[in-house]
């Protein structure tokens, strides 16, 4: 699923950094540049997403750029986030599968050093075109 955002950056740096706000989720970061603060937006709303996904949380519609207020010194851009992608990149931990295959099978990956998660993870990614 991707959303697409307002972001509100300032463009005047507070001390080093540019203020970074997403008023529809009620999150501030900040940004070295303006590109750096766009990403820096970019991993705010992953992560806030995923976070509210996994609690079953409804993440809530965003507001019209049009409809944004934001002051002399601010400017409003949108910001997208694709929410699978943002959640393959970023979740690193593990689960244990158990899988079934033929004795012969599995006397010669071991006998080979196969690692059998290795393989499952490159076949997994392979019938699912994920690179």
């Known amino acids: 699923m991707k959303v697409v955002f307002p972001v509100i950056i300032s463009t005047e740096k507070t001390e080093q950094y540019h ?20 990403e820096m937006a970019r ?4 992560l806030k997403c995923i976070t509210m996904e996994d ?4 993440i809530p519609s965003p507001s019209d750029i049009k ?31 158990n899988c ?7 006397y010669e990956a071991e006998k080979a050093n196969i690692n059998f998660s290795a393989v499952l ?7 699912l075109h994920i690179n």
């Open 19 to 38: 203020d970074v706000f997403i008023p529809d989720l009620e999150i501030n970061t900040e940004g070295e540049d303006i590109t750096d603060s766009i």
């Open 43 to 46: 991993d705010a709303i992953g």
């Open 55 to 58: 609690m079953n949380l409804e």
């Open 67 to 97: 409809d944004i207020s934001f002051g002399k010194d601010e400017f409003v851009t949108l910001v997208d986030v694709d929410l699978s992608d943002y959640r393959r990149k970023n979740e690193m931990r593990t689960v244990k599968k």
């Open 100 to 106: 079934t295959l033929p004795s012969w099978l599995c």
């Open 121 to 127: 993870q490159a076949a997994l990614k392979r019938e």
